[in-house]
């Protein structure tokens, strides 16, 4: 199963998105972890990535994509992969598409996360204050924001433009409750897919 998670910053995509892949059976692909292990080893290509990701905007499509391909392509994810980051614009999304029909196979479903802003800024400045992420400030977190709006918010008129199943998940609640509606989604999907 090919299952992606969209979700504003701060929705708790990260954190479900890893819980869920477990539960499934599937490998958790997060291109922001991916990103952020490049940068960690002060490679070229990480030291390139540092201000771009830092300042909240997002990588170029080419590089994600490429990413992506190489990922796609290791033995774990045969049986599929929970996707979280990624796509983020509509580009993103048709490019996946033209990938995975290549492999004679299509995204079953797309979680959606929902949390009010709010909500958002107040996991924000939580975070900020645990793990001092360097895109966990406030101009920065305003442009993810304004990213995500203009640039992933599209992403799902275009599934939905498609017919791809959309699961709207309430994102509020104990991290455990957020997982349990999760799973309780994709399950079902899971079961259906293995029917047919
Ligand atoms: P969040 O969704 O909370 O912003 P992520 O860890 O998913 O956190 O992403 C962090 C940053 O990594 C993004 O702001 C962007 O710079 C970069 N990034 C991650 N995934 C993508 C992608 N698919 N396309 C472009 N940039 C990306």
Do not use: N
Not at 14 to 29: M, N, W, Y
Not at 117 to 142: C, S, V, Y
Not at 147 to 175: C, M, W
Request: charged residues 30%; negative net charge; proline residues 5%.
């Amino acid at each position: 199963m090919i299952a992606v998670v969209i979700g504003p910053p701060g929705s708790g995509k990260g954190t479900q998105a890893s819980r869920v892949a477990t539960r499934l059976g599937i490998p958790h692909v997060a291109t922001g972890d991916i990103l952020r292990a490049e940068i960690a080893k002060e490679s070229a290509l990480g030291r390139e990535l540092e201000p771009i990701i830092a300042s909240g905007a997002l990588v170029p499509d080419d590089l994600i994509l490429r990413i992506i391909e190489a990922r796609l392509s290791e033995p774990d994810a045969a049986s599929g992969a929970l996707l979280d980051g990624f796509p983020r614009t509509v580009a993103q999304a048709k490019a996946l598409d033209a990938m995975l029909e290549h492999r004679g196979s299509s995204v079953d479903v797309v979680v959606l996360l929902q949390v009010p802003e709010d909500e958002l800024w107040r996991r924000m400045r939580r975070r900020a204050a645990e793990e001092g992420r360097p895109d966990d400030t406030d101009d920065a977190f305003r442009h993810r924001l304004v990213v995500y709006q203009a640039e992933t918010a599209p992403v799902l008129d275009y599934y939905r433009s498609r017919g791809t199943r959309i699961a709207a998940i309430d994102g509020v609640g104990s991290v455990d409750d957020v997982t349990e509606r999760i799973s309780v989604a994709l399950t079902r999907r899971q079961r259906s897919q293995r029917a047919s």
